[in-house]
């Protein structure tokens, strides 16, 4: 059973229990939402439904953490996105396995992959497209010649989610997931937080302080907050 926070499900799962069950979908698609992505979906049912449909709906953020344990359900651990991927391609380079990268900006994906084969060795990266195409036919052509074992699907939400809810089981990919900007973080455009600032719960500031035209976003936070605390009052 899913552990609902503001009407998404989520999976109760440490970083290794993720990825065992990665290896075992066949067909589906990971999601890997944040507060902003839950707050979200309360104003979009298409995002909603792509939540709900997901094969794996995974922690993505320290707020959802606190969320769920304000109201008394608490998950197991947080479940980054990256970390997720980083800790599904290492398994699948074990197993000499094949990757696709699709999303981001023209370049990013071939930067991505460089930098994945060489930290990944067995990896095959089998195809790499940036996520600004119009026409989907070609996309899902490339894809289907390649078959990759794992698609990253990196448009930022909620286009990512409905995307991998159309195409899902209408594409030859083992398991697609929803990253957001992971392949920026991969090709070195974008930069992590460092490692303490992630163990503290403060990789939002991070960003923020790295990016302050994410402000906007970063307001949907202490909305999902008080919604959480408005739910916990009303003992739901
Ligand atoms: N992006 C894309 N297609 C689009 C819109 C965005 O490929 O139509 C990419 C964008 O270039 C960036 C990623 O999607 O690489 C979104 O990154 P962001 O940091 O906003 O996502 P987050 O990690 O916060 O979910």
């Given at each position: 059973?899913?552990?609902?926070?503001?009407?998404?499900?989520?999976?109760?799962?440490?970083?290794?229990q993720a990825v065992?069950?990665?290896?075992?979908?066949?067909?589906?698609?990971?999601?890997?939402?944040?507060?902003?992505?839950?707050?979200?979906?309360?104003?979009?049912?298409?995002?909603?439904?792509?939540?709900?449909?997901?094969?794996?709906?995974?922690?993505?953020?320290?707020?959802?953490?606190?969320?769920?344990?304000?109201?008394?359900?608490?998950?197991?651990?947080?479940?980054?996105?990256?970390?997720?991927?980083?800790?599904?391609?290492?398994?699948?380079?074990?197993?000499?396995?094949?990757?696709?990268?699709?999303?981001?900006?023209?370049?990013?994906?071939?930067?991505?992959?460089?930098?994945?084969?060489?930290?990944?060795?067995?990896?095959?990266?089998?195809?790499?497209?940036?996520?600004?195409f119009k026409d989907?036919?070609?996309?899902?052509?490339?894809?289907?010649?390649?078959?990759?074992?794992?698609?990253?699907?990196?448009?930022?939400?909620?286009?990512?989610?409905?995307?991998?809810?159309?195409?899902?089981?209408?594409?030859?990919?083992?398991?697609?997931?929803?990253?957001?900007?992971?392949?920026?973080?991969?090709?070195?455009?974008?930069?992590?937080?460092?490692?303490?600032?992630?163990?503290?719960?403060?990789?939002?500031?991070?960003?923020?302080?790295?990016?302050?035209?994410?402000?906007?976003?970063?307001?949907?936070?202490?909305?999902?907050?008080?919604?959480?605390?408005?739910?916990?009052?009303?003992?739901?």
């Amino acid at each position: 059973m899913r552990i609902d926070v503001l009407g998404v499900g989520f999976d109760n799962l440490t970083l290794e229990q993720a990825v065992e069950k990665a290896s075992r979908i066949k067909g589906g698609y990971v999601v890997t939402p944040n507060p902003e992505i839950v707050w979200l979906a309360r104003q979009n049912n298409d995002l909603k439904l792509a939540l709900q449909d997901a094969s794996m709906v995974l922690p993505d953020g320290i707020g959802i953490i606190h969320g769920a344990r304000i109201l008394s359900r608490p998950l197991k651990e947080r479940v980054p996105g990256i970390e997720f991927a980083s800790a599904y391609i290492e398994r699948l380079a074990s197993e000499n396995k094949k990757v696709f990268l699709l999303g981001a900006k023209p370049g990013v994906a071939e930067l991505a992959a460089e930098k994945l084969r060489k930290a990944y060795k067995g990896i095959e990266i089998c195809g790499t497209a940036d996520g600004y195409f119009k026409d989907d036919a070609p996309i899902i052509a490339a894809i289907n010649e390649a078959k990759p074992d794992f698609l990253l699907v990196c448009f930022g939400a909620p286009k990512q989610e409905i995307w991998m809810r159309e195409h899902s089981g209408k594409v030859s990919a083992g398991l697609m997931a929803g990253l957001g900007g992971v392949l920026d973080v991969y090709a070195g455009v974008v930069e992590r937080a460092p490692e303490a600032w992630c163990r503290a719960g403060f990789e939002w500031l991070y960003r923020l302080l790295k990016q302050p035209s994410r402000i906007g976003r970063m307001f949907k936070l202490p909305l999902f907050m008080f919604a959480v605390i408005g739910q916990r009052i009303r003992g739901r």
